[in-house]
């Protein structure tokens, strides 16, 4: 399990909640603060919802998840 920073550090330089993440996306708070801690992985979808939230690409917001 490893602590997704970029996410983290993502969320935080637009001045969003985990809270306000959650409501934007339509998940729950602690959905997006599993996310971020790295205790649960994002299916597919979510993933393209996310980099496109952050605007960011996903090897940097999930690169515990991909080799390489």
Not at 35 to 45: A, H, M, T
Request: proline share 4%; net charge positive; with cysteine.
């Amino acid at each position: 399990m490893t602590k997704r920073t970029r996410l983290i550090e993502e969320r935080s330089r637009m001045g969003k909640t985990q809270q306000q993440v959650a409501a934007d996306l339509g998940v729950s708070e602690v959905y997006i603060r599993k996310l971020e801690s790295g205790v649960s992985s994002p299916g597919r979808d979510m993933m393209i919802r996310l980099q496109r939230y952050y605007k960011s690409p996903l090897k940097k917001l999930f690169p515990d998840l991909f080799c390489g």
